[in-house]
């Protein structure tokens, strides 16, 4: 059945490096089709649907769009909101009042069950409707998807800091620690890893959300590190948990901020990482400690992003439109590994997605709990793209001395 009417399309929660190609794919795809009347572009997502406040991409020209397609961050700007039912049944009638017979939401998580609600507000009022979520998230933790559009970037991004942090703390040696974004899946903090290319790089100590984090054994192994290599580069998720599974972070201060989904903001702050490092300093008694935390950098870096990525964010837009307008199907696009590499794209129902997350296979974590596998860094590696840096050592032998011959090795 062809459905004649309008198309919109929001972006929803954190922006990432390519998300803008998932949307200009929704609406190069969607102006293709007779039966769509305008494509429309909602501001500040779901909120801007309930405000009526729209683009008409439809007017947009093809340059521009291809322009905003490789410029991060989200273009339609996004939103925090966390829709219930009622909220639902508002974007609904403004849906409706709009004659908008395709809806797509661009979002993690959360914003796949808003589009199941949405749906479902339109099966319960018999109006012709289609819905897709299509997939977006630095975490890289949706349900049924081997990897999400927004990871290999942020991914990519954080390989290549930590080859410069490890040439750094190389260079002039002392604990370095970098705090990573992650609330309860070690994916991104885990892409640390690719900056291990000589035995002894860095980072040494992975700590992920995965796995419960205790003080003592931290220091035991921050110390063994030390004192094997004279240095020690740590990567830890700012989401790391301890054996009650209790965030670390909530445990620095008693004003805990929350966002609209009620969860604790873990990024907006430096303390879990200066927490880390003044126990390094005060009970290992080591003198050159650092930590950085990442925070919103690594969401929208414009220097790094990854060429796969850009070029499957594009296709689950395009496929979006495609199982709504041509095949008239509802649901959320997934991705699927199905080769080394290559991938499919499926349409999957909501509900397995839906307010669901997923966490870090135990094949990807090794047994200590404190770094990553090499099954893990197979699964990575074709998502940072065609172009990632590589760091080289100087391999010449040392010249003899002369006037310290006797201390010469």
């Known amino acids: 059945m062809k459905l004649d009417g309008k198309v919109v399309v929001a972006q929803g929660g954190g922006p990432t490096a390519v998300i803008n190609q998932s949307l200009v794919g929704v609406v190069l795809e969607s102006r293709k089709f007779e039966q769509v009347s305008k494509v429309y572009g909602a501001i500040n997502g779901v909120a801007g649907i309930v405000n009526e406040d729209f683009l008409d991409l439809t007017q947009e020209t ?26 639902c049944k508002e974007i609904f009638n403004v849906l ?15 914003s796949a069950d808003t589009v199941r609600i949405v749906n479902e507000q339109a099966e319960q009022s018999d109006y012709e409707f289609r819905a897709i979520h299509i997939p977006k998230t630095i975490d890289n933790d949706l349900m049924v998807n081997d ?87 740590i990567a830890v998720s700012e989401g790391i948990v301890n054996e009650k599974g209790e965030p670390i972070a909530l445990g620095l201060t008693n004003n805990v901020e929350k966002d609209a989904h009620g969860n604790a903001i873990l990024s907006g702050t430096g303390a879990l990482g200066d927490l880390l490092a003044n126990l390094v300093k005060e009970r290992l008694n080591i003198k050159r400690v650092r930590s950085d935390t990442f925070g919103y950098l690594q969401r929208s870096f414009f220097g790094c992003v ?11 837009g395009e496929k979006a439109a495609q199982f709504a307008i041509w095949h008239n199907i509802d649901g959320s696009i997934t991705i699927h590994r199905t080769g080394d590499y290559s991938v499919d794209y499926r349409i999957t129902p909501l509900h397995q997605v839906a307010a669901k997350t997923k966490l870090m296979p135990d094949e990807f974590i090794t047994p200590e709990g404190t770094n990553v596998t090499s099954a893990f860094k197979s699964y990575l590696r074709p998502l940072l793209g065609s172009d990632l840096h590589s760091a080289h050592r100087l391999r010449a032998p040392r010249a003899p001395k002369i006037l310290r011959a006797d201390s010469q090795e």
Do not use: W
């Open 306 to 316: 990854s060429d796969v990525d850009q070029h499957e964010a594009r296709e689950v």
């Open 147 to 233: 990897h999400t559009p927004g990871y290999g970037s942020a991914a990519k991004f954080v390989a290549q800091a930590f080859i410069g942090l490890n040439l750094d703390n190389r260079a002039l040696p002392g604990v370095h620690i970098g705090v990573i974004m992650g609330r309860n899946a070690g994916f991104l903090t885990a892409a640390s890893s690719m900056a291990q290319k000589y035995p002894d790089d860095g980072p040494h100590l992975i700590y992920l959300p995965e796995r419960p984090f205790n003080v003592d054994q931290y220091l035991s192994d921050v110390k063994r590190i030390y004192e094997k290599h004279g240095r020690c580069l």
């Open 96 to 110: 409706k009042a709009h004659d908008v017979r395709y809806f797509f939401y661009i979002g993690g998580n959360d």
């Open 62 to 87: 093809t340059h521009n769009l291809e322009q905003v397609a490789v410029t991060p961050s989200s273009a339609l700007f996004s939103t925090r909101d966390k829709p219930d039912v009622k909220y």
